[in-house]
């Protein structure tokens, strides 16, 4: 018992570690709760592409003096409105704006950083720096990141008809338009704050897995909010204490934990789990074929 007790207690006693995993569960909390209509409305590229987009607002900010949350959010509300103006007034499909806006912005972070390259260093900004998280910084995390959550769990309702289907929610009323403009400036928010976490790489991750494995489980939202957010805590926990152990990279672990749990749904999640699905084909066949046996006894 004393053993447990000392292998749990053990990285809490470094305060680096302990800003980590609070961090890291606040970050992976707010990430799994917007994944659930983001993966639901069929945005996933959408948070890879804001997550690639913020990085030339990281690099000027380091250039002129600022916080580089500030021009990492200011690039990636600048990349929502440029990816929506070109779906509304063009005919190309989401996912080829979306692709364009994305890549282009990013090669202009790496081309201005290779021209004028900062004295700090922005790997950290790619693959996360998590151990690196200052108490300033988990501050803004815990900040941004509860008033994110709440303004999601408020607008659930609503939120969540706009993803099943809009049409009905603009027949009631909704404002369908400002539902998507609060999804996506939340969306640019989470990922400046999860940046210092696990980096713009993974982010995308944290911010798809959980939505998907709790969707694999449940079709009922009530139900899919608190799976992904489960899936997500657990990671968090598990990943943080492995990639202590194992003296790996934070970031990396959790997301490897998210993506397990994810492959678990997939074998054995009651909605869209495959050994499931195999079941239930089998009995349906079994029943399919009962009556034709009836049928053919009675003939003979």
């Known amino acids: 018992m004393t053993d447990i007790l000392t292998w749990l207690t053990e990285p809490l006693s470094h305060g680096f570690m302990s800003r980590a995993l609070v961090a890291t569960l606040i970050s992976a909390s707010v990430c799994a709760l917007l994944s659930c209509w983001l993966v639901q409305i069929g945005w996933s590229l959408m948070g890879d592409a804001v997550s690639h987009a913020v990085f030339p607002g990281v690099v000027f900010a380091h250039m002129i003096g600022v916080p580089f949350a500030l021009g990492a959010f200011i690039f990636g509300a600048g990349a929502v409105g440029l990816i929506g103006a070109l779906q509304s007034r063009t005919t190309l499909k989401s996912d080829t704006t979306i692709g364009v806006v994305f890549t282009s912005l990013f090669a202009l972070g790496i081309a201005v950083n290779s021209v004028f390259p900062s004295q700090v260093d922005l790997n950290h900004i790619l693959f996360g720096n998590i151990l690196g998280v200052g108490v300033n910084d988990l501050l803004l995390v815990a900040i941004v990141g509860f008033a994110s959550g709440a303004v999601l769990l408020l607008k659930r309702r609503d939120l969540t008809l706009y993803a099943f289907d809009p049409v009905q929610a603009h027949t009631l009323g909704i404002r369908v338009r400002g539902l998507r403009i609060l999804l996506l400036l939340i969306l640019a928010l989470v990922v400046v704050i999860t940046l210092q976490t696990v980096g713009i790489i993974l982010v995308v991750a944290m911010l798809i897995i959980p939505g998907a494995t709790a969707l694999l489980v449940s079709g009922r939202m009530s139900r899919i909010l608190p799976i992904a957010v489960v899936s997500a805590l657990v990671s968090s926990m598990v990943g943080v204490y492995a990639a202590y152990y194992l003296n790996a990279s934070v970031g990396g672990v959790v997301v490897l934990t998210q ?26 066949a079994q029943t399919s074929r009962v009556p034709e046996s009836g049928v053919l006894v009675g003939v003979n």
């Open 259 to 284: 993506a397990a749990l994810f492959m678990l749904a997939l074998v054995l999640g009651p909605r869209g789990g495959l050994l499931p699905n195999m079941l239930r084909s089998r009995r349906a």
